[in-house]
């Protein structure tokens, strides 16, 4: 892997251009009907005659993928066959949502689906529903719900992370002896599920979200001022009614106080550590730093922040993006991540990168010694987390997809708009910041590669000087 031996400085700069409302892109008939040979296709390889796709609001992202919608309020099942064949299984207020799925299905009504002491008149049981969708005498039936537990210890096959009752009625439901397993990883195993690859429509579709986050983040970075709240701030994170899949951060000073996860009441007050974090569908945009306009107005224990968090984590974020590349492989991205920014002086931990879709995290390739390549068509977040006792953090995240020759051609044709925004983004990229950002590398968010480190002096950022 390339280290670039860059050497960084702090200058007055234009901020990067953010586009607002832009309309949504909708996922096309052809890009449904794809999504659904990719997950049979994976069904067949696992010799998988049905797959019973758990859901939630917090977790419906894999049912989403195929029907287009989550279920609000409730829990909800697909069941989907070899044969192509879909059985929704849904409770009261998700039952109306059939005949709008993406796909053509059978609705199976299950009221133990529903809020409680809602109507549950039901004269089967939730086994005997479970047969009626297809699930007696079928060999075997995976489980699908929204993780591949990877431990060393683990055996993730027979590890399900479905709420126990659905899980005793379809052990009810099948016959004696059908083997029910862990099938997450058909959807979202980084290396061959079939929601770690993007086709172009789908990377449009997304682009809105990762458009949508960075805006709100750069436009609340150009609200934080001493005297002002946490929820004035946080106010901006909130975009055209679009819903967040994370919770926002909008947080000055030390955060969690009385366990509270949301922006508050407090006043913002010069020399306070800030947290920034928005997250739409397609990608999430994070920043933290200081409440200063220079390095004299902090506390003298931290007055060398610059140097010992903001511009080490700086370093490894540009040996991220410039060497990116469809083909490289996981964990050849975590080596490089430990040269540069080493992890038992800086003190990160979770995975540097990883996949992101309808979830914010949907898996990562990103791992010591993982063989898994990053392929054309996936779309990873920047997610480096370091942390110095004593120091605000430091992050720019923000999402890239992966394209080569064939798909960027095909995003420039068929959608110019996106194409013209992306190539907006990297001119300021390469130009600007004076990143050295691979062809194949699209900022799908605007914000990629900027890094404000004194909150209060919104004209500078971190550039590279080669």
Known sequence: ?????????????????????????TLSDATLKARKARVIAQ???????????????????????????????EEALLVLHQSGEAVLVLGNENLKLARYARLENR???????????????????????????????KPRVGVAGWKLF???QDVPEQMFDVPYFIMQALHAAVTPGTAVVNATGVFISPDSGARVVNNANELAHYEYGANLASTAILTALNTIEPGKTEKQIGACLAAQGQPHNVISIAATGERFANATLYPGDKIITLGDKFSLTTSYKGGLSSRAAYVVHD????????????????????????????????GVTGGEIYALIEAVLPKAEYHWHLNPGHLVADEEWLCSPIAPGSSQTLKSGMLLQIDIIPSRAGYAGASIEDTVALADTALREQLASEYPDLWARVQQRRAYITSTLN???????????????YLRPWLLDKSSALVCKN
């Open 43 to 73: 069904m067949q390889r696992l010799a998988l005659d049905a797959l019973v796709v758990y859901a939630d609001k917090e977790h419906g992202g894999n049912f989403e993928y195929l029907t287009g919608f989550i279920p609000r309020f």
């Open 1 to 25: 892997m390339n280290r670039p031996a860059h050497s960084f400085v702090l200058q007055s700069i234009p901020q990067p251009t953010c586009w607002h409302d832009l309309p949504s892109v």
């Open 107 to 137: 609705v199976l009504h299950a009221p133990w689906f529903s809020l409680p002491n809602q109507p549950m008149t039901h004269n089967v049981t939730l086994a005997e529903l479970l047969q009626q969708a297809g699930l007696t005498d």
């Open 295 to 326: 390095a004299s107005e902090l506390l003298p224990e931290v007055a060398d922040y610059l140097d010992v968090v903001a511009i080490p984590y700086y370093r490894a974020v540009i040996a991220w993006l410039e060497n990116l590349r469809v």
């Open 150 to 152: 990877t431990g060393a």
């Open 435 to 449: 990143i050295q950002l691979p062809e194949e590398v699209l900022p799908f968010s605007s914000t990629v590669g």
